[in-house]
């Protein structure tokens, strides 16, 4: 038995619940469609076609919004069906602008997302694919989280739903658009949770609803290297590695599940991902770790490590939490460490830290309610 034997499923709906849409691909819509009111195929797809654009183009909550159908359709629909969105619990704001939501999909099944202003073309949201991690990696707060459960699709688009909400991003597709990238980099190992992740961006990627292109959608990996491939086959979007070390004793240390998928294999996943090109690089994360990983002879072996991929390399200064067991590596170490890799042909961002007064910066999200918890049982046992 694996850790994600282990995960609980999604509670399933009592069966005369109204079934939400949010997450369906348009395929399953017009099948919920066809199946409520026994609509042949052709008015099943064009009435999911209607019922799309509202959802996703326009952010329509109600179906008493849906001008272009019929009352009695709406009330009928209203009947049948939901268009739920997760339900905002708490939205911090840093002083740098970015955004930290932690989001109830369900009794107990708390996540955080987070929108960081001015990343990409306009701004990125960064959603999670689980509640918790599996992966324990020892520089990240989410890994101190038990793994839970899986989201669903629906779940992970109503992230996305929401924060337009609060951004007022509707309708979709604004020239002035704040929200025009997503990371898959909030909690969860996202490969662990492929199907649910293909199928949300295939909505959130739609060009008729929330439209936000596959090349504008990087999700990231710990390095789970029989679904890399798969990845690219189902997605299309870019792919980023948390990587954070160049050998194998000290990525066992940092990343465990190295241990299971060393670096080697993990290179060769990387060299062979579907449509891999100069226009189309990974991006190598690495968390600079005071006296860990941030050497010159480690910047050079990175640069050898990544020979013949095309590569950014973002290089990510440590965000500290309590009880965390690291330090961040000075500016200047961080700028030395950056220069070897430029110098070598490759792009080196070096990402300034967001969000870090809220607790939403990278490898900083576990969910609010946990630490609630936590709290409670500390006190309890005084």
């Not at 990087?218 to 890399?228: A, F, R």
């Amino acid at each position: 038995m694996t850790a994600l034997d282990l995960i609980s499923p999604a509670a399933a709906p009592p069966a005369d619940a109204p079934i939400n849409l949010v997450g369906l691909g348009r395929r399953a819509l017009a099948d919920a469609l066809a199946a409520a009111f026994g609509l042949d195929a052709r008015k099943a797809r064009m009435r999911a076609s209607q019922i799309w654009r509202w959802v996703y183009h326009y952010g329509a909550t109600d179906f008493a919004a849906m001008t272009d159908i019929a009352k009695d359709m709406r009330a009928a629909l209203a009947e049948r069906f939901r268009i739920a969105r997760p339900e905002v619990v708490e939205r911090r704001i840093s002083v740098d602008g970015t955004r930290k939501y932690l989001l109830r999909m369900a009794p107990g099944i708390e996540v955080e997302c987070v929108f960081i202003p001015d990343v990409g073309r306009a701004g990125a949201l960064c959603v999670s694919s689980q509640v918790g991690c599996t992966l324990t990696c020892a520089f990240c707060h989410t890994g101190t989280q038990r793994l839970v459960r899986n989201l669903t699709a629906a779940e992970i688009v109503g992230q996305v739903l929401a924060v337009k909400d609060d951004l007022g991003e509707w309708p979709s597709g604004r020239e002035d658009r704040r929200l025009s990238n997503i990371v898959f980099m909030g909690m969860g190992e996202p490969l662990y949770n492929l199907e649910n992740v293909a199928a949300a961006i295939d909505v959130i990627s739609d060009g008729d609803g929330v439209s936000i292109s596959r090349r504008r959608i990087t999700v990231s990996t710990s390095g789970v290297v029989p679904e890399i491939p798969r990845l690219g086959e189902m997605t299309s979007t870019m792919l980023a590695i948390s990587l954070h070390a160049t050998n194998d004793a000290l990525r066992d240390a940092l990343v465990p599940i190295n241990r299971k998928y060393p670096i080697a294999a993990l290179m060769d996943a990387c060299r062979a991902y579907p449509g891999l090109g100069n226009a189309r690089r990974i991006t190598f994360e690495y968390v600079m770790l005071k006296g860990v990983n941030d050497t010159d002879a480690e910047a050079r072996e990175l640069v050898r490590l990544l020979k013949g991929i095309p590569a950014k390399i973002n290089l990510i200064p440590f965000n500290p939490w309590p009880g965390a067991p690291y330090e961040c590596s000075s500016w200047a170490r961080i700028e030395a460490f950056a220069d070897i890799v430029a110098r070598a042909g490759y792009a080196s961002p070096i990402r300034t830290p967001r969000g870090r007064d809220i607790f939403a910066a990278c490898g900083q999200l576990k969910s609010e309610s946990v630490k609630a918890r936590a709290s409670a049982r500390l006190k309890a046992a005084l």
